[in-house]
């Protein structure tokens, strides 16, 4: 007899943890067959060299163990009947072509007649446009189109949250590299010369560049038309006049993250026969960039159409628009397709950055360590637009106190226009900046109180019923306590390191090293907040081929590298138990996915692509009853075996299911504006590190030696992307605390390059050790937590705990430097 | 358009080099395509140097090695680590493998940048840079090459043939300050030449001052108070002194990489510990 499980198989019950050292334990080498020609839909231009997004994944060893399981069982109901489903780690089918260099990017997209594209960009970051002559430019033999402001037929304007920043600059420029005018020709370096042959007058202006300043009364204004004041997310917990026997306060500053993806912002537009444009591009998030191009083009949205091409790399630096509407005005233009691709240089000034951050704290504590009141003003320097800039002052105010349990809190968040470079999304978002602020203040608390630095947090740690200081209750676990106890109870590193600080550079044979340890915990909200109307479309479809069934996965959701592609096989295999899965690419033919950001892809189009594969088990269960063969609906449904082959022949037999669901998760509700009270957030995730350094105290050179961590993921629905996750987020983290900063002076980039925006190497990232956890939410497919921000936030902070423990230097600003350590 | 030139014997080089004397060489490429990249250089020929065997020879030459400009660093390393120490430890810092089996000598010192890694060690150990013309040879102490930032005292009708040095007679050490553990441009270096036989100390100090360059009084003070006579552990006021000296014969400014402040002071360091260890190997 043949059972098709329709009860939910979502388990809540129990706990489990896995283990993992490194990152090839639990390697799952299975073959893929993404190496096979990438298909594309018939839509497509054949023109058009497409990048491998269709690919076929076989399903993994299912014997295999997929983790080392520390405490208790698997959640139950996951029973997984072919392999390669959720928990186990499948290749994923862009691995191979990625090792090899054969995966195609954006950057690697052709057409036949295509033109490329160059951007004129500002020099000055605050000055009048007064003039612009593009004859030299129109006259280079073999330049197609130079257009400026005037040529942008739509909407003027464009933005995440406001619509406020210029397709092309009229006459105010507000940051240094602010596009101009955009050029098309034959050839990538005419295209280049003719931007040069432009020339542009300017009337100089002195920047807006200090955000405290920028706040004054007084101050120029970066927009004539607002105030320099964004956002202002105030929140109001207890008493605001409470005191405490024990204080301690302190200003704390985070500099100018870069995301530092490896494939430069690109894309290929192509002009379509209806009058509409086909955009192929590298993004995170195809619709919200669809609304944006549509309505600069003016154009309906239905004649812009855009598939995801190949990402390398995104980190939030993809969720604004950069190229997307320049390429597309100088196809319609042209009538050719147009390929737009920015040099590394140029890709600095090409998307936002992490907002740098002035933080200033006041934590009053009893003299046990309990923490009574927290009061704290937290500034976010937005730059020139106002991108994501109020969502990231939201989450600097909501969680900007930490996972801790705090009875009166005042907390002031405020993001500003300045004339420095735009920012906006960054892994973490604005998480990350108030995370080193009050884990140093919960270091400055522990040494007040005399209190070892873990027992001072363990005091005050976070834990289901507590309140946040937005009033919202937290739901389901929050094992603040139990991270920090696993990271505590590692065995501590092994005495000595492969090599001193200063690397292989000959600085020190031990003198001056000194090792240091160091702690940190931290909080992120996870999907989109404060009322937003969050959801996810998927479209599965089921069908016979060769006499097989076989499922096609349909979204718009971006694969930015994080294996989304592999998660949504897993997910259709666990709930279908169909073998053989097929992604086809992602595009704006199906519903919006909402973004790769906020740790929310899996959660929201995990949930989507589940809860089609659902919609599509009650159908295949009605075709089966209609012939007569209906399936049991008993207890043992999960236990049993899905549809057999011949069963599944007489499901399809009479043609594909299909299925199109749109998913949200639980609604959330908008922040008071005065008290900040609300239920903002749908689901908050934790993760603690601990990091061990080696520190040359003459020298100020730091090498960490080991990070352990521990994170809760809910359900690791692909324990080796998990752990991937887990090791890049804490390296970004790595990079904030010791070397990453885009260096801006009167607000000019000085170092827009990667010889010095400095990213960590094999040699400053160390062997980490990791503990997950698997704590089902009860209202997350498969009880999963996002996972991709929480190593990056606690990481930072962690590093630099240990290298004040090691020099007893105060670092209150993140790069740590080498000056900062020996003061010099 | 962009010419590429490919001489395959050097007086074929020489003669194009005083053809088209606007032509730039290319030996490794990892200094003038990353230029090109940037799109900080459009030049209308490149002199392509990889196929010109004799730039990718080394040899004794009576006393003194001489060394192609095309040499390596990973063949400074792999072949020369015993008779050039100094080189050898400053061409393990630079870069990463890739870089270091592309990367030359020759083009280190083409490139004449103030943090040029190659540089210190040559100067410490009183190199000479061999520089050829169809006009001719002739020989120019390291020390007297740079003249700049970025600048030497190569004419546009001239290459680098090679460069002249003495195998080490004694401890060498070099150290570099970077703000990460590899792959990464010097904030400061230094390299060390101890010549026990002709009682004498060599210096070079990198990225703190316009160009590389010695630190004589540095140098002179080691020469005439190190003790020469009755080897045993150095005085570590002695090392200090040593230090103080080297930084104060820097001219550091500060730059994204870092403060002129921390310059001095990690020169400072560098120098004291170089010693420190130049010493302890000669007293092995
Ligand atoms: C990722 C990266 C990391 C780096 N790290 C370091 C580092 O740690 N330390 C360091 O010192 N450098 C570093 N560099 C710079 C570079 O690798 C070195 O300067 C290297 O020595 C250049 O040698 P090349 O053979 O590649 O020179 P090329 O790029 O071929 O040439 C460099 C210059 O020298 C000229 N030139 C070359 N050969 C001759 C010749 N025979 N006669 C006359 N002119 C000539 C060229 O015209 C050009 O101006 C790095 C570069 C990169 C890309």
């Known amino acids: 007899m043949t059972t098709i499980p329709f009860t939910e198989p979502l388990g809540t019950a129990g706990s489990c943890a896995f283990s993992v050292a490194g990152t090839t334990e639990n390697a799952q080498d299975i073959e893929s067959l993404a190496g096979a020609a990438p298909a594309g839909p018939a839509r497509i231009a054949d023109r058009v060299r497409r990048s491998g997004q269709v690919a076929q994944v076989r399903p993994a060893d299912a014997t295999r163990p997929t983790a080392q399981v520390r405490v208790g069982a698997r959640p139950t109901g996951l029973d997984v009947r072919v392999g390669g489903g959720v928990g186990s780690s499948p290749q994923r089918p862009d691995g191979r072509l990625k090792v090899s260099g054969e995966f195609a990017f954006s950057s690697d997209l052709w057409a036949d007649d295509m033109l490329w594209g160059a951007t004129l960009r500002s020099p000055y970051p605050r000055a009048k446009l007064t003039g612009l002559d593009l004859t030299a430019a129109v006259a280079l033999p073999g330049v197609y189109a130079v257009l400026t402001a005037q040529d942008v037929p739509g909407r003027r304007v464009y933005g995440l949250e406001h619509a406020d920043q210029p397709v092309l600059a009229g006459t105010e420029i507000r940051y240094q590299g602010e596009p101009i005018a955009i050029v098309a020709a034959d050839h990538p370096e005419t295209a280049r010369r003719a931007a040069s042959l432009i020339k542009a007058d300017y009337e100089v202006l002195a920047p807006v560049t200090d955000p405290d300043a920028a706040l004054l009364p007084g101050s120029d204004r970066v927009h004539a038309d607002r105030p320099n004041l964004l956002r202002h997310v105030p929140i109001r917990k207890g008493d605001p006049a409470a005191t405490a026997p024990v204080v301690v306060t302190g200003e704390y500053q985070v500099g100018m993250q870069d995301q530092a993806f490896l494939g430069p912002e690109s894309g290929l537009a192509v002009p379509a026969e209806d009058g509409g444009v086909d955009l192929y591009i590298a993004t995170q998030w195809l619709h919200v960039d669809q609304q944006q191009v549509a309505a600069c083009l003016g154009l309906p949205q239905e004649k812009v159409r855009l598939t995801l091409a190949g990402v390398g790399g995104a980190f939030g630096a993809r969720e604004d628009l950069s190229m997307q509407v320049h390429a597309c005005l100088l196809a319609l233009r042209t009538g050719r397709p147009v390929k737009m691709v920015y040099g590394r240089e140029e890709s600095f000034f090409g998307h936002v950055h992490r907002h740098p951050a002035r933080l200033r704290y006041e934590h009053g504590a009893d003299r046990d360590g309990r923490l009574v009141y927290v009061k704290a003003s937290i500034v976010l320097d937005g730059g020139a637009y106002a991108s994501s800039t109020g969502a990231v002052v939201a989450n600097a105010a909501t969680l900007g106190i930490g996972p801790y349990d705090v009875p009166n809190v005042v907390m002031d968040a405020y993001g500003l226009y300045t004339n420095n470079p735009p920012c906006g999304a960054m892994r973490g978002f604005g998480a990350v900046q108030a995370c080193f602020a009050y884990e140093s203040q919960m270091d400055r608390l522990a040494a007040a109180v005399g209190l070892d630095p873990v027992e001072v947090r363990l005091r005050n740690a976070l834990t289901t019923g507590d309140r946040m200081p937005t009033g919202q209750l937290v739901e389901g676990p929050a094992p603040v306590a139990e991270l920090l106890r696993l990271v505590r109870e590692r065995p501590q590193a092994p005495a000595g390191a492969d090599f001193p600080p200063g690397g292989t550079a000959n600085t020190t044979r031990g003198e001056g090293v000194v090792r240091g340890v160091g702690y940190a915990i931290g909080i992120k909200n996870v999907c989109f907040s404060e009322g937003f109307d969050d959801f996810a479309t998927a479209r599965v479809r089921l069908e016979l081929v060769g006499g097989r069934p076989a499922a096609l996965v349909h979204t718009a959701a971006a694969e930015v590298g994080q294996g989304l592609v592999t998660v949504q096989a897993q997910i259709v295999r666990t709930e279908l138990g169909v073998e053989q899965v097929t992604i086809a690419p992602a595009d704006t033919s199906v519903g919006s996915a909402g973004s790769s950001s906020a740790s929310r892809q899996t959660y929201m189009t995990g949930g989507a692509v589940r809860a089609a594969c659902l919609a599509l088990r009650a159908r295949l269960a009605a075709r089966l009853t209609a012939l007569g063969r209906a399936p049991s609906t008993s207890d043992n449904d999960k236990k049993g075996p899905f549809l057999s082959a011949e069963e599944w022949v007489g499901a399809l037999e009479a043609g594909a299911l299909e299925e199109t669901v749109e998913w949200r998760h639980r609604p959330t509700h908008a922040l008071d504006p005065e008290t900040g009270q609300g239920d903002a957030h749908v689901q908050y995730a934790f993760a603690a590190h601990r990091a061990t350094v080696d520190v040359d105290v003459e020298l100020g050179l730091v090498k960490v030696v080991e990070i352990a961590t521990a994170q809760d993921v809910g359900k690791a629905v692909n324990p080796q992307a998990v752990a991937g996750q887990i090791q890049g987020g804490t390296a970004q983290g790595l990079g904030l605390a010791l070397m990453e900063e885009i260096q801006v002076v009167d607000g000019m980039v000085r170092n827009p390059s990667f010889t010095d925006y400095l990213l960590p190497t094999i040699m400053d990232m160390p062997p980490m050790r990791l503990d997950v956890l698997e704590l089902a939410d009860p209202h997350s497919p498969y009880g999963l937590r996002g996972v991709g921000e929480p190593p990056t936030i606690s990481s930072t902070p962690a590093v630099v705990a240990a290298i004040r423990a090691a020099t007893g230097a105060a670092l209150t600003r993140v790069p740590v430097r080498p000056e900062h350590i020996v003061g010099a | ?284």
């Open chain 2, 1 to 284: 358009m962009m010419d590429f030139l490919t001489p395959v014997t050097w007086a074929d080089a020489l003669a194009v080099k005083a053809d088209r004397p606007e032509a730039v060489p290319v030996a490794g490429g990892t200094d003038v395509m990353v230029e090109l990249n940037f799109h900080r250089r459009r030049p209308a020929a490149l002199l392509d140097l990889t196929r010109v065997p004799e730039l990718a020879a080394w040899g004794r030459d009576g006393d003194v090695l001489r060394v192609g400009a095309g040499v390596s660093y990973t063949r400074l390393i792999e072949e020369l680590g015993g008779l050039l120490p100094g080189l050898a430890a400053a061409s393990r810092t630079v870069g990463s493998p890739q870089i270091r089996n592309r990367g030359t000598l020759g083009g280190n010192l083409g490139s004449a940048s103030p943090a040029g890694d190659g540089h210190p060690p040559l100067l410490a150990a009183g190199a000479v840079v061999e520089l050829a013309s169809v006009r001719g040879t002739r020989e120019v102490p390291v020390a007297d090459f740079f003249t700049g930032p970025k600048r030497s005292v190569l004419a546009p009708d001239e290459l680098i043939a090679a460069v002249l040095v003495a195998p080490a007679d004694g401890p060498e050490q070099f150290a570099k300050i970077g703000t990460r553990n590899a792959m990464v441009i010097a904030v400061s270096s230094f390299a060390l030449a101890l010549h026990p036989g002709r009682r004498s100390v060599g210096t070079g100090i990198g990225s703190a001052a316009p160009t590389p360059r010695r630190a004589p009084e540095a140098e002179e003070f080691a020469a005439a108070h190190l003790p020469w006579d009755g080897p045993g552990p150095l005085d570590p006021d002695l090392a200090r002194r040593f230090g103080e000296l080297v930084s104060a014969a820097a001219a550091p400014i500060d730059d994204v990489r870092g403060t002129a402040a921390y310059r001095r002071h990690s020169l400072s360091v560098l120098a004291r510990r170089t010693l420190t260890w130049a010493w302890e190997e000669l007293c092995e």
